[in-house]
């Protein structure tokens, strides 16, 4: 059991729940106050799991919503209601691998699918308090990516959409995610492309003939897809 395991390596129960599948060859006391004194690997599997009242998708439109260039791009109440079935704090499955020394736990491959997108993290977990000090960035799906864009159901599907995460901070129990200016209104650029891609692949369609559109579009869509953009307006709300 997943949170059997964490209770045991940082003394905290209730941190994670699920079956646990991988391999643990850590020494050293477990327990509270014994977090200096471990050593070893862990490569951990859970499928599918909850991380009680953690919804990242949540934390990261949060962060967002303090930016001019997402707010423009997106109604905030609307799109809250679209994506409240990707809001929960239920997760398909997490894998990853750590080294733990120092009284932390360390990993550059965190990775934790949730419906509809994953986080993505590298960095450190220190095991005595479980706070974070970490990076790394939300992928999100077509069909998140069409519900925030407010695209139709039947629309030609767009690439996945990064949100870079400049840092995590906090706790396992309740992570911080910061997003920078740049992180931002690079999201806020792809996200425009989504919304106007129909629009725009009639006009070229109109212009250059039927099929064009697609085909040019799909050339930009592979640029933006990874989260690109140019950078706007430095501009908090």
């Known amino acids: 059991d997943a949170g059997a395991l964490l209770a045991a390596l940082t003394g905290e129960p209730g941190l994670v729940e699920g ?18 004194q471990l050593a070893g690997t862990a490569e951990l599997a859970i499928a599918p799991g909850r991380l ?17 260039a997402f707010t423009q791009a997106v109604d905030r109440e609307r799109a809250r209601k679209s994506l409240a079935p990707y809001l929960g704090d239920r997760f398909e499955s997490l894998r990853g691998r750590f080294e733990i020394a120092g009284g932390a736990a360390r990993t550059d491959s965190l990775e934790v699918r949730y419906p509809g997108y994953r986080l993505e993290l590298r960095g450190r977990i220190l095991l005595a308090d479980r706070s974070l000090d970490a990076k790394g960035r939300v992928v999100l799906e077509p069909a998140l990516l069409a519900a925030l864009a407010r695209r139709p159901e039947d629309a030609p599907p767009s690439g996945p959409r990064e949100i870079e995460v400049a840092k995590v901070k906090g706790t396992l129990a309740e992570p911080k995610l910061q997003i920078d200016e740049a992180g931002a209104v690079a999201f806020a650029a792809s996200l425009a492309f989504a919304q106007r891609r ?40």
């Open 19 to 36: 079956p646990l599948r991988g391999e643990v060859a850590v020494g050293g006391p477990l327990g509270a106050g014994a977090a200096e």
């Open 198 to 237: 129909d629009k725009w692949e009639r006009k070229i369609d109109r212009a250059l003939g039927k099929g064009s559109g697609g085909s040019l579009l799909d050339a930009l869509d592979g640029i933006l897809g990874g989260g690109g953009g140019r950078g706007g307006e430095k501009e908090r709300r």
């Open 52 to 68: 009680p009242g953690v919804s990242p998708l949540g934390a990261a439109l949060d962060e967002l919503e303090q930016f001019r």
